[in-house]
């Protein structure tokens, strides 16, 4: 009689139990992300993000580091709150704090670093990485910046 060998992967055997392996029903587009938001950190951005007044995915096009601050331009892949549209972009300059304890993190950005941009109406800047899906889009890395900190002129 010849043996049969059946392999079975443990994502269909989830979902034949009706399980997920993902808490997060949002992570659509984060498979294989190294951290995905779930629980009361997502409740926290999502939050985070309807409160703001700008809301875009944005990619770096240029950095500068000039001393404890970075001079970035992004450029806007999407546009959900605001007034800029797709395809203009803003300049920021950032602290950044590499070593922190609590809010206020902001880790350097490289040229083609895509994030979520957002205002915020505290007056911190925080860097949050994490995968989740907003508005069909999977965001890998979150900044928020104090809502007086964005500029208002176009490039």
Sequence with gaps: MAKRIVYVS??????LLGWSPYVSATTTGC????F????KLLASVEKLVAASTFVAQAEVISSEVLGTQQKIAF?????WKGSFQEGESV???LPVTEVCAG??????FKVGDVALLLTTSSSYHEDL???WVYEGVAIHRVLSVPAAEMPNTRH
């Excluded at 498979?31 to 190294?34: I, K, L």
């Excluded at 450029?75 to 546009?79: A, D, I, T, V």
């Design 129 to 131: 990485p994490g995968c």
């Design 75 to 79: 450029r806007l892949l999407k546009s």
């Design 91 to 93: 300049s920021l300059i």
């Design 10 to 15: 443990i994502a269909s055997i989830f979902g």
């Design 36 to 39: 995905v938001l779930q629980g």
């Design 31 to 34: 498979e294989g992300a190294p």
């Design 103 to 108: 809010f206020g993190c902001v880790f350097p």
